[in-house]
């Protein structure tokens, strides 16, 4: 067993590892314990439920994501287009490294849960609309600096950014059916040829 | 109980319904035989297992889909761009006819199982892929017309038609996330905006 220090991390970390490779209603809270090494007394002085434990394993996930892809991303000097091509460059690196160690492309954590639960619980459902809705703000500045500098024309920018989330999406959803982290990179290049034009139309 | 000629289709429909209201790993043949009005002799009688009956009722809504989606859509005599706008408009009326019924966007039925199976069931995530490819081979055709009639450059026709499919499953994804299908028509322009350029650099 794990010291008492360590077993909330190990059941977060656990979370993220059953939930990516099975699904939310695949895995229980007695499995959670026994492979995070932690007794089911601890997991309910932690969390409420398996809801409970959810929410903030989204909390710690959308941290990581914010840390090893967002921002080395759309955070760094490259031209503006060339980052958002970046951010499917460093999901392609992220899906291959855990179909080297696991076998599998795991596909988005927020993806995967939000087609899973989206019709099935609120709370999660809000907090993952939340999740993308921050993806999408950080996107949406990249798409006003193309913009500024006159790499695109006066597009609807807030339209480009969820044009741009949801191909990144689709694009590592094809990824996992296919097994193939591949197609992350040979479709990077897709991501720069958005610009939701009709500006006028689309407000109409 | 329902006639025994009627058992497999009420099976089948029941199925589509309670995979698409909750997910694959919540629903067991159990219930499904209870929705059915159907016996658990008659389940086993037509079906092996569950694994099975989603096997037969994943060719089934592949046919539906083509009929009143993608047929009706990339078959059309719109020009070639239109028709694939016109597949997010289709789209979203069927999203919406869900959401009215049901309270809910329901989301893509390939693309949730997509995501909740294929690192859990090779067959299920090989029939998905072989779905989504047939897609994508109606979507190439249209983009093939959009270059041959001039409205698009000499692009990789194959590449922008798995673009245009990612981006269609990434918008069904945010819609469903919000619960609100319009999103499936404000973003529909962003899939003529589609054409992945590098066809020597992809190549490489």
Redesign the interface.
Known sequence: MARISDSKERLLSSALELF????Y??VGVQELCEHAGVKKGSFYYFFKSKQDLMLEALGHQSQAIDRMILTPALGSNLPPLERIEHLFHLTYEFQKSLKEK?G????CFF??L???????DELI?HR??RI?RMAITSIRKTVQDAVSVGDLPDIDVT??A??I???????I??A????DPG?LK??A??AK??????TK??AA
């Open positions: 990516s490779e099975r699904s209603a695949n696991t599998r492309v795991r596909g993806g995967n939000a087609l899973e639960l989206s019709t099935q459902r993952l609309d993308f339209s480009t969820e044009a989330l949801a191909y990144w999406q689709g694009v959803m094809l996992k059916v296919r097994n197609l040979e479709l290049k897709g040829e958005f610009a939701i034009v009709e139309d689309a």
